[in-house]
């Protein structure tokens, strides 16, 4: 069996909080019936570049779900989603907070037919507060969490990460989430009651920004864009090749400095004194980061690389999708992966992470045609699942 086999999940979210919670969840074996809209479905379905006119990162967000169309303005539809609630462990939205409310689907009211239900909602600035009637994408998250205010160089234009993290982070929040709430509720037997799990986009970003606060608290210190650099850590960056690549170096811990020092031929800064910590480098860190990117810009990618490894010594180059999909530890570590889709054609996908010992997951079925599986809701309540993998 895998870690989630029999966890019954309803997604009514579209995009990419929603339904990456939801695909986390079905990776792992939960059952996932996706609602969408007949006609068009989830706007990913259309989503940057598409073969046979779906888009390939469809097949990604949506394996191993079901989709049914259901119109949750009608109150057929309202009525179909009830009675599958009536029966699911678990609910993911991501509509702006009271839109499930005016349709007769809000917490209060699925929580009454089915106490054991947990509802996940991911939204913008969450259920509360002033600013949740606000519309919320994640690059708003992103910026509004702190984050956006720290990428790029410095005096620049701030930039975004480059895929929408904010989302990301609030799906792996809301899992985190669902997997509480199911351990609470499952602790209680059958008497264990379900909750609802309020997760926004900007908090989800604001939870992983470190030590911005204490920091601004303590000393006014506004932390800003430091292009490559982790600022008040060092040396970290990334230092330039002889070939006009980059290689990222981490030297920052106590005795990974000292071997990087004595690897690029610098005694004198290895054994200073006033470089024994992080706390005296940080002080000279224009210096550390000058004396080792004369040594790399003297070499070869591939040749500086070979020596830190030899000094055990955290380094790395800067991946590429070219590299990564032809990389030995990614293939090593099944994270490139080729499966099928619904038209039975081949596609390399991300493979599943974390890696279980004894409940691993995996990609039993491909992401679904829209309203593939609409058909099996004939009979009434949470339908069977008997559709092999393609």
Known sequence: MQALEGLKVLELGQLIAGPFAAKTLADFGADVIKVETSGTGDPLRKWRMLRDGTSVWWQVQSRNKRSVCIDLREAVGQDMVRALAREADVLIENFKPGTLEGWGLGWDALHAQNPRLIMLRISGYGQTGPYRDKPGFGVLGEAMGGL?????????????????????????????????????????????????????????????????????????????????????????????????????????????????????????????PQLAHNDGRVKRTEELDAAIGEWTKRRSREDVLAA?????????????????????????????????????????????????????????????????????????????RDDPQP
């Open 148 to 272: 956006r205010h720290l990428t790029g160089e410095p005096g620049r234009v701030p930039v975004r990460v480059g895929v929408s993290i904010g989302d990301t982070l609030a799906a792996l929040h809301g899992v985190i989430g669902v997997l509480m709430a199911l351990h609470h509720r499952n602790a209680h037997g059958q008497e264990g009651k379900g909750q609802m799990i309020d997760v926004s986009l900007f908090e989800s970003v604001f939870n992983v920004m470190e030590s911005l606060v204490p920091e601004y608290d303590a000393f006014g210190a506004i932390r800003a864009a430091a292009g490559s650099a982790l600022p008040g850590i060092a040396p970290t960056n990334a230092y330039p090749c002889r070939d006009g690549s980059y290689v990222l170096v981490a030297g920052n811990g106590d005795s990974i400095f000292r071997r990087l020092m004595r690897a690029i031929g610098r005694a004198d800064l290895e054994n200073d």
């Open 308 to 384: 830190l490894d030899a000094a055990d010594v955290p380094a790395g180059r800067i991946y590429s999708v070219a590299d990564i999909v032809s990389d030995p530890q990614y293939l090593a570590r099944e994270m490139i992966v080729d499966t099928p889709t619904s038209d039975g054609r081949p596609l390399k996908v991300p493979g599943i992470v974390p890696k279980l010992s004894a409940t691993p997951g995996r990609i039993a079925h491909a992401a679904p045609r829209l309203g593939q599986h609409t058909a099996d809701l004939q009979q009434g309540g949470w339908p069977e």
